[in-house]
């Protein structure tokens, strides 16, 4: 036999012998088992069975197990108090009131949207822990996928099999432009107009990034690219310097310093929205994060 086969046949039985080692007695540890005396003898001669030596010799009127029992019964107090732990560990897991809840995001919701809704959470829930991720759509869409996050804010919301969405919002977006430039006091821009600028755009990955390609390109254009970058605080501040324009969400509360927004025409929206993995059920948590999440108004 084995070594795994052995651990195979013993490892069911680790209950029974932490409780003959705390009663000493065959009868006790039924009870204390809640199963009938003869099935603690079954289970008891068949791992005795399985090792090839006794586990229990007579002493007055009770037992007490054998060294090699003793040495297997040690093991099964340690094992069954690591289950107890991990038993403990998963219930607050799951559970809306405790446990852990891994929420991604994309940079630009950062702002307002993330702390509005951990705010109302917390609220609710104080006992919840958070760990808060932040990159690309296609980070969080690619770590959703991958199982690394419970729940993901994105937009716009992706069309991928493995996902499951719920829109929350529309969000408008907006050109913003130096506050000396050309298009800064105009009421309204078409897209068209921008087409001798010059952009700084977030990198390729942004549901941003993807949105102003596919506007330009409904314009008949492609953006001439000045600068790239991963946060929109840094596209606004290339902005303000005068590098470029950009199109993006309302900076609100407020105008960020020198840098004007400006509505474009039609005005385009994205769509922000809770993602999750299609083919697990949603925790208890996640289930209460979604439902925290859909009163709370953007403003990115």
Avoid: K
């Avoid at 289950?83 to 995001?105: C, D, K, N, W, Y």
């Amino acid at each position: 036999m084995t070594y795994d086969s052995l651990s195979a046949q013993v490892t069911p039985h680790l209950p029974l012998l932490a409780a003959l080692r705390e009663t000493r007695n065959i009868t006790r540890a039924a009870e204390l088992l809640g199963v009938p005396q003869p099935t603690v003898s079954r289970r008891l001669a068949a791992l005795a069975d399985a090792l090839g030596a006794p586990l229990t010799v007579p002493d007055g009127r009770g037992i007490r197990l054998t060294r090699a029992a003793e040495l297997l019964a040690e093991a099964a107090e340690r094992g069954l108090a690591a289950v107890e732990t991990g038993v403990r560990l998963a219930r607050e897991e799951v559970s809306p009131e405790s446990g852990h809840v891994v929420l991604g995001f994309l940079h630009l919701l950062g702002r307002s949207l993330v702390p509005s809704l951990l705010r109302g959470y917390r609220a609710r829930y104080p006992g919840v822990r958070f760990t808060l991720v932040q990159g690309s759509r296609q980070d969080m869409v690619d770590r959703l996928v991958a199982g690394e996050l419970d729940l993901a804010l994105v937009a716009p919301l992706p069309a991928v099999p493995a996902l499951a969405c719920a829109g929350l919002v529309d969000e408008e977006i907006l050109l913003s432009v130096p506050a000396g430039h050309r298009l800064a006091g105009r009421a309204s821009v078409r897209v068209a107009e921008l087409a001798d600028e010059e952009f700084v755009l977030l990198e390729q990955g942004y549901g941003v990034r993807t949105l102003t390609d596919e506007l330009c390109a409904a314009a008949g254009f492609t953006p001439r690219i000045a600068f790239e970058g991963q946060e929109s605080d840094t596209v606004r501040g290339l902005v303000a310097a005068g590098l470029g324009v950009a199109l993006l969400p309302r900076f609100g509360p407020g105008t960020p310093a020198g840098v004007a927004e400006v509505p474009l025409s039609p005005p385009p929206y994205r769509t922000i929205g809770l993602a999750w993995r299609a083919d697990e059920p949603m925790t208890s948590r996640g289930a209460a994060a979604s439902r925290s999440v859909r009163p709370i108004e953007v403003s990115s």
